[in-house]
């Protein structure tokens, strides 16, 4: 490393400075700014998002003749029914629930596991075998949302779940919450392994020197140490469930309702923005409006959701650095 | 009391190599679960992928449909999404890790990306639907202006219209924070002594920069860099938002071309009733999963490369 | 440095180092265990290829304290950790000879190093207790080995931090962070988390290399305390701090045994040139 920083140290001492000191002050002040607004296009992205929505979800509210949309119905209404019969209704909540029960299937199926892979993999597994699930989980990382989607369809439906008990429809929300908990379940792992990474030797060492057996020092010690950022993970986790879009489109059904029957086909808030945008719904009408809302409620929760993840991750970065 | 210690050892053995058990029960979950992935998609697709299936258009009859197009338009897609994200993304790292200094206003801008980074991608598509192809308005689809003729390579025509431009940039907007975020950390590992050794020879920072940690830091962002366009290859939901061209029937030609990308493609197949479609998806699938392992298998080999010179 | 001869460890496998007649009163006359608490013979280890013991002959007697000086990079610490098997966390770490404790051959294979670990307490260089309460700490020990109820957990915390002399400063806190005690406080409390499990031996990895003098003051007197009841292999790099705690003392070079046997006459009188040198702070 030393050579490395001497070698590149004289390359840059050979070449000299080759202008003057108001040229280079110039030319170092240009890149900096260039720089700068890069990074502030960032906090343009997050403000255009959130006026883009709000503009639009402004629309739906106010939009003339419609006397079922107010922002209170909206918050607090049991039924979904933008595209049926004379008289539409727009709850939110039953979109929500459908949103909620995947992710809680997805997450009873990705954090137990996920987590248990983690400790395998920070604490058990030997350096090379740790090397291929690593490669093995990035590959799972990488499969596009919609194969999981297509997997859940024609798949887990028919060949796991209608096996089991023929109450599952072709489209029910517990195919598309195990597909969505394996699409996450590397996520879950590669963050809560970097927490357990994270913990110090010298606390394993203490934990051994005191005739723990692994498990001892796994649970006791290593996860509460790393409880923080193992959280986090989940969180993040979460959220990536909660906006996932393709496998809810393809595997869930398209029916809204409020049920925690995970037999029953359900309608999250991103299938629902999914079947407007693929034009069920003429534009500039009321239900494309509605979408705009829907993808406001989204986008509020997943950013409270990666907020708090963000903090808590901080936190206990902070802890150990 | 030896033996009653003796038996609390052997439970505390016993609950040891269960949890053991159920560590590496944990962990075959996920192996097992990629190779039934693989090998049902593989039974189901495999007798469709042929070179016809690679050099056709979509058809309503399965025996004549391919993927032509959404294969072509995934490749114009993602170059511009690379060539605009990457080095957006390793610009924005440089300017947080070398030149920002800490502060609030650093640590917002921090917290800010790590938000975008959990936005779901369908809300990019939101944001890139009124931003790129409508240009928020401002002129509407009708009396659009435009540079160059349509014939040729460099046609632009404002707002895009949903085109391959406004797709790569949508993706673009996906996978910058995690661009950015992966950047950082490849920054982040190069040894300060690395800089100061520079720094003490009297270079300027931007030499610093551009000549130590930039180099030292490339294979790290270009591994980071792979993942990330893995994950723009495979995202479907935001181009859906801003196009929705399910069937195209021409490869792209310029800028302004419509466009249909594979997950789109794949989607479109899977979410018909008929069988034979869903044959077409699970091909599309298999040509997509080849895609994905050359990428991941680059991103492999980059990272054992990177970690040579440190064993030695 | 230069007499290669003064290389060759110790040609007489019985160093047994006796324990000085004052202490002996303390030794409790009932004990029947062999009279050395650690024996080896032509113990040899190596990480990976790279041989860092070779051919160690060494007695260590129960209830005192034996001291291993060294310059660094010399396997004292390597040795101290071959004691409880903290080695085997360390992939590539390996080691031949004979290797006991009161008789129990510690490199057997099948060995329960979880027991093992029970009766050979270890503090290590950098204080490391663990993100709980110093309660938590202290009983974390005793948790794993045996199930308390509350009081008797609360009365052996007690006796812990008591005999560690660090009662006074914490029993009104017993219940935040040990994170938030000083450096001092906090070897101590590892201390008192090793003796809480009871064992016969404590292993201290240069216990006050990571302390202020007035932290070290304190910790050397708690060894000089703890020695009536356990006994002590204390690696350090101090060699006053050697002379001011150990009954015995041994001085490693380059992975060997040089000179071992009663810390006075191995300060004030050593047989060997190279002791002799180091000792005197020649080298090292």
């Known amino acids: 490393m030393i050579a490395v920083a001497a070698r590149n140290a004289a390359d840059i001492a050979e070449r000299g400075t080759p202008c003057s000191l108001r040229m280079r002050a110039w030319f170092e002040g240009s890149i900096k700014a260039l720089l700068w607004s890069l990074t502030c296009f960032t906090v343009v992205t997050t403000a255009a998002i959130i006026s883009v929505l709000a503009y639009e979800t402004y629309g739906f509210f106010t939009i003339q003749n419609h006397p079922e949309v107010s922002v209170w119905s909206f918050f607090v209404g049991t039924e979904w029914s933008p595209l049926l019969g004379a008289q539409p209704m727009f709850g939110v909540l039953p979109l929500v629930a459908g949103t909620l029960l995947v992710t809680t299937i997805a997450g009873i199926v990705a954090l137990p596991i996920g987590l248990m892979t983690a400790v395998y993999l920070s604490e058990y597994a030997p350096a090379r075998r740790r090397t291929v699930l690593k490669a093995v989980l990035e590959i799972l990382a990488g499969v596009p949302t919609v194969v999981y989607g297509f997997f859940a369809l024609t798949f887990i439906t028919p060949y796991l779940l209608q096996p089991l008990s023929n109450s599952f429809g072709a489209y029910n929300a517990m195919s598309a919450g195990i597909a969505v908990g394996i699409m996450i379940l590397p996520i879950v792992c590669s963050l809560c392994e970097d927490a357990l990474r994270a913990v110090p030797q010298s606390l394993r060492d203490g934990a051994y020197a005191l005739g723990s057996t692994k498990f001892d020092v796994s649970a006791k010690v290593v996860v509460p140490a790393g409880l923080s950022g193992v959280i986090a993970a989940f969180l993040l986790a979460l959220t990536r469930a909660i906006g996932e879009t393709m496998i809810v489109a393809l595997a869930a059904g398209g029916l809204a309702q409020l049920t925690a029957n995970p037999t029953a086909q359900v309608q999250t808030m991103t299938a629902y923005m999914v079947q407007i945008f693929l034009g069920d719904a003429p534009a500039a009408g009321i239900e494309y409006k509605s979408s705009y809302a829907v993808a406001f409620t989204l986008f509020l929760i997943t950013f409270f959701l990666t907020w708090i993840g963000a903090l808590v991750l901080r936190r206990y970065r902070e802890e150990y650095e | 009391m030896m033996s009653g210690r003796a038996i609390a050892t052997s439970r505390r053995l016993l609950k040891n190599r269960l949890f053991l058990y159920g560590c590496l029960a944990g962990t075959s979950i996920a192996i097992l679960v990629l190779c039934v992935l693989m090998i049902s998609i593989a039974i189901e697709g495999w007798s469709s992928v042929s070179w016809h299936f690679l050099d056709s258009f979509a058809s309503r009859k399965p025996a004549q449909a391919g993927i032509k197009a959404p294969l072509m338009g995934s490749v114009w897609v993602c170059v511009i999404c690379a060539l605009v994200a990457i080095p957006m993304g390793i610009g924005t790292a440089i300017y947080l890790e070398e030149f920002a200094k800490h502060s609030r206003i650093k640590r917002l801008i921090q917290l800010n990306i790590s938000n975008l980074s959990g936005v779901p991608s369908i809300v990019y598509g939101i944001l890139a639907l009124a931003a790129f192809v409508r240009f928020f308005g401002i002129s509407s689809s009708d009396d659009h202006w435009s540079i160059g003729d349509s014939e040729s390579f460099f046609y632009l025509h404002f707002p895009f219209g949903p085109s391959v431009l406004a797709g790569g940039l949508t993706l673009a907007l996906v996978i910058l924070p995690i661009m950015i975020i992966a950047s950082q950390e490849a920054f982040r590992s190069v040894p300060q002594s690395l800089r100061q050794g520079a720094l003490a020879l009297g270079s300027t920072q931007w030499q610093v920069i551009w000549r130590v940690s930039l180099p030292a830091a490339l294979p790290t962002i270009m591994t980071g860099a792979i993942l990330a366009m893995s994950r723009a290859i495979g995202e479907a939901a935001p181009l859906l938002v801003i196009g929705g061209f399910l069937l195209v029937f021409h490869t792209p030609t310029n800028l302004m071309s419509d466009f249909t990308v594979l997950p789109l493609q794949i989607f479109n197949w899977a979410g018909r009733p008929q069988g034979e479609f869903h044959k077409l998806a699970a091909a599309a699938i298999l040509v997509q999963l080849v895609v994905l392992l050359v990428f991941n298998s680059a991103a492999i080999i980059l990272r054992h490369k990177l970690q040579k010179p440190l064993q030695s | ?284």
Request: charged fraction near 20%.
């Open chain 3, 1 to 284: 440095m230069s007499q290669p001869s003064a290389l060759v460890p110790s040609m007489d496998p019985l160093t047994t180092t006796t324990p000085p007649p004052q202490r002996a009163e303390e030794t409790r006359p009932a004990s029947v265990a062999p009279p050395s608490a650690i024996s080896m013979r032509g113990f040899n280890s190596w990480y990976g290829t790279n041989q860092v013991l070779h051919a160690l002959d060494l007695e260590i007697a129960p209830r005192q304290v034996c001291g291993f000086i060294g310059p660094s990079g010399c396997g004292k610490s390597t040795l101290l950790r071959w004691i409880n098997r903290m080695n085997d966390t360390i992939p590539g770490a390996r080691a031949e000879g004979t290797l006991s404790l009161h008789g129990i051959d510690l490199l057997d294979k099948t060995l329960d190093v979880v027991d093992l670990r029970r009766r050979v307490g270890m503090v290590f260089q950098k204080p490391n207790p663990f993100p709980k309460s110093i309660f938590d700490n202290v009983a974390f020990g005793p948790r794993l080995h045996r199930v308390y109820s509350r009081t008797d957990l609360e009365e052996l915390v007690e006796q812990s931090l008591r005999a560690s002399a660090l009662w006074n400063e914490v029993k009104d806190r017993l219940d935040s962070s040990a994170l938030g005690l000083s450096g001092g406080q906090q070897q101590r409390l590892c201390i008192a988390r090793a003796v809480a499990i009871g064992p016969e031996m404590l292993l201290m990895d240069e216990p006050c290399s990571a302390l202020d003098p007035r932290s070290t003051a304190s910790i050397e007197e708690l060894i000089r305390e703890l020695r009536a009841s356990y006994t002590i292999v204390i690696v350090t790099h101090n060699m006053q701090q050697a002379s001011r705690v150990s009954d015995a003392t041994a001085f490693f070079y380059e992975g060997r045994l040089i000179e071992s046997g009663p810390t006075d006459i191995l300060f004030t009188n050593p047989k060997n040139r190279q002791t002799e040198d180091y000792v005197s702070g020649r080298f090292g």
